[in-house]
């Protein structure tokens, strides 16, 4: 089967750029000192994780339990959960996980990490534990210096939490356009991670995980003394958001096909709407030609063809989203081709896990 012979809307995915961008990061970090620890938010499937682990992954990052979970039931043996997890029901659950994998957790301040360690106590596993420190995102995080050294203590001390050192991500930064403004933002954030990291060495306190980075800044955190890892996920795929920010050198391996369903003047009409493609980080791009896509609801969308280059329905266009993440939380499966040939299909099995 070829690409023109799909129904749409589909999530398309390119095997060889999507092999290209895993060999990439692979071994643009293998030439630094900090390791990968690719971040499975983006792609929200095993297969892919297993993919990056092939080529030297130290394992991988999942933002919510319910991710980690169906990466551990598709055999990725060590995860760490970047996001604050809290409330009851999710303790048994990650008492339960912390059985069958290597996994790591990430609190920011007493009130996360006291239940915590009570669950982990009583389910008698001891939970690898990093403080979460905020570097500027002013999203999660606790203050860095005194008041993440003395959340390190806690942890420390707690039964049932070890502490295994610190994450500080820079989400802030990621999509600093020119590279050389966003390299000297990142080296102000990396500073507050690595002082930190210095005076939890002082107090005593573990710094084995100093962990940072997404497509962005990987390769400034990477190389930066006292990273350990670095935490990368969109490179996976990219997206048009991504492609606005100067030399990454990733490739779109991501499309949605969408097919004309009608066609007024110089406008087409599209299959897909808000349901086939986030709109959080604009509209996305055609992948080849120069109409301009705007959403026109749920179902959805409008192209504006360029002069000389009339659409007709039935016409099949290729669309790179304006993010990767929340646009592959809204498809089943990725459909992957190489070239034009589709080669197979891959469930989303994390689609929509977000507790
Ligand atoms: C904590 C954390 N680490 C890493 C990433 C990966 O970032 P990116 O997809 O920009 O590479 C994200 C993305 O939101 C994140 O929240």
Not at 131 to 156: I, K
Not at 239 to 247: I, S
């Amino acid at each position: 089967m070829t690409i023109d012979e799909l129904d749409t809307p589909t999530l398309l995915l390119d095997l060889d750029a999507l092999e290209r961008n895993l060999d990439r990061m692979a071994d643009q970090i293998a030439r630094m000192p900090a390791k990968l620890r690719p971040h499975a938010k983006t792609h929200k499937t095993a297969i892919i994780a297993r993919m990056q682990l092939e080529r030297g992954a130290i394992g991988v990052c999942a933002a919510k339990l319910a991710e980690a979970e169906v990466l551990a039931d598709g055999g990725v043996p060590d995860i760490l959960i970047t996001s604050e997890l809290v409330g009851a029901p999710k303790l048994e659950r990650l008492i339960a996980l912390a059985r069958r994998v290597r996994l790591t957790i990430v609190v920011d301040g007493i009130a996360v990490a006291q239940p915590i360690a009570q669950a982990a106590v009583a389910g008698a596993v001891r939970l690898r534990t990093l403080v979460d420190v905020n570097v500027g995102q002013n999203r999660a995080g606790v203050d860095p210096g005194e008041p993440a050294v003395a959340l390190g203590r806690f942890v420390a001390a707690a039964p049932g939490l070890a502490l295994a050192g610190l994450q500080g991500y820079e989400g802030h930064l990621q999509h600093v356009a020119a590279a050389p403004a966003r390299a000297a933002a990142d080296a102000t954030a990396l500073e507050l991670l690595r002082g930190t990291a210095a005076a939890f060495r002082a107090a005593g306190l573990s710094t084995e995980i100093v962990t940072t980075g997404g497509t962005g800044t990987s390769r400034f955190a990477a190389s930066f003394a006292g990273i350990t890892d670095v935490q990368p996920g969109s490179y996976a795929v990219m997206d048009a958001q991504y492609g606005a920010v100067h030399e990454l050198d990733y490739q779109y391996a991501l499309t949605v096909l969408s097919t004309v369903i009608s066609v007024r003047g110089s406008t087409a009409v599209l299959d897909a709407g808000y349901k086939s493609l986030s709109d959080d980080a604009g509209p996305p791009r055609l992948l080849a030609g120069g109409a301009g896509f705007s959403f026109a609801g749920d179902e959805f969308g409008k192209l504006s063809a360029a002069a000389g280059q009339p659409f007709a329905v039935g016409d099949k266009v290729r669309l790179i989203p304006g993010h990767c993440d929340t646009t592959i939380n809204l498809h089943d499966e990725y459909v992957v081709h190489r070239g034009q040939t589709i080669c197979d299909r891959w469930t989303i099995a994390a689609r929509g896990k977000s507790r």
